[in-house]
């Protein structure tokens, strides 16, 4: 009976795994769409293939610097941005990366982020008010470094699908990349240290209880 329990308290022990602990890492979208109506100035700044948002690659702080190739931007209106995730994900920040010139042409916008299970229904998870400001004006071809991010956190998301709501704070409004971050628990199938312990003191146990056994007598001829 003894010897019963220690097998069975080793196979418990056996199917105990580690959980990691939660940690910041970059949640990407599988996909992402919105009203795709070209809006042109200079040049024109639509993203067909959607993948400009989403693709890593910084604009300047300078919109017109690389002829606004990087840029997705509309003008004279609001546009929602939706995007789709893997499950099991929790999105906690999304940054939004924008660029202004002047209050009279490209300003940043003001920001809000829903969630939604089925993509029919959304809730308001985080929002953000940027108040028109000249302090936020960058020359339209400055070159010195990547535009500016806007950061919308504290959303603990865990639906699958996100709409981001840009709220136009003036006659332009630029996007060259939206990305998010969030936390997500890993299961590890390795015992933990004190699991392997466990183990091999029970596995000790076992083989002593086995050498301590009498040997089975040998029946003889009467």
Same mark, same amino acid.
């Given at each position: 009976?003894?010897? =019963?329990? !220690?097998?069975?308290?080793?196979?418990?022990?056996?199917?105990?795994?580690?959980?990691?602990?939660?940690?910041?890492?970059?949640?990407?979208?599988?996909?992402?769409?919105?009203?795709?109506?070209?809006?042109?100035?200079?040049?024109?700044?639509?993203?067909?293939?959607?993948?400009?948002?989403?693709? +890593?690659? =910084?604009?300047?702080?300078?919109?017109?610097?690389?002829?606004?190739? %990087?840029?997705? #931007?509309?003008?004279?209106? /609001?546009?929602?941005?939706?995007?789709?995730? @893997?499950? #099991?994900?929790? !999105?906690?920040?999304?940054?939004?990366? /924008?660029?202004?010139?002047?209050?009279?042409?490209?300003?940043?916008?003001?920001?809000?982020?829903?969630? /939604?299970?089925?993509?029919?229904?959304?809730?308001?998870?985080?929002?953000?008010?940027?108040?028109? /400001?000249?302090?936020?004006?960058?020359?339209?071809?400055?070159?010195? @470094?990547?535009? #500016?991010?806007?950061?919308?956190? +504290?959303?603990?998301?865990?639906?699958?699908?996100?709409?981001?709501?840009?709220?136009?704070? +003036?006659?332009?409004?630029?996007?060259? %990349?939206?990305?998010?971050?969030?936390?997500?628990?890993?299961?590890?199938?390795?015992?933990?240290? #004190?699991?392997?312990?466990?183990?091999?003191?029970?596995?000790?146990?076992? +083989?002593?209880?086995?050498? =301590?056994?009498?040997?089975?007598?040998?029946?003889?001829?009467?």
């Amino acid at each position: 009976m003894k010897l =019963r329990r !220690i097998l069975g308290a080793l196979a418990a022990a056996a199917a105990v795994t580690s959980v990691a602990p939660a940690s910041a890492a970059s949640i990407v979208p599988l996909s992402y769409s919105f009203n795709q109506a070209t809006d042109c100035g200079t040049w024109c700044y639509s993203d067909p293939s959607f993948t400009k948002l989403t693709d +890593g690659v =910084r604009g300047r702080a300078g919109w017109a610097v690389n002829a606004g190739t %990087e840029w997705a #931007g509309w003008t004279d209106r /609001s546009i929602s941005l939706f995007f789709n995730f @893997a499950p #099991g994900q929790t !999105i906690d920040t999304v940054l939004f990366g /924008s660029t202004q010139d002047n209050l009279s042409d490209v300003v940043l916008p003001s920001l809000e982020v829903y969630s /939604s299970v089925d993509g029919l229904i959304y809730s308001l998870a985080g929002s953000l008010s940027v108040p028109p /400001s000249a302090a936020n004006n960058k020359n339209a071809f400055d070159n010195s @470094a990547p535009a #500016g991010v806007l950061t919308v956190g +504290g959303l603990n998301i865990t639906a699958p699908r996100v709409m981001i709501q840009v709220t136009a704070n +003036g006659p332009w409004t630029f996007t060259d %990349e939206i990305s998010f971050t969030g936390t997500a628990a890993s299961t590890s199938g390795v015992p933990e240290p #004190g699991t392997w312990a466990m183990m091999l003191i029970g596995m000790a146990c076992v +083989g002593a209880m086995l050498r =301590r056994r009498p040997a089975a007598a040998v029946p003889t001829a009467a």
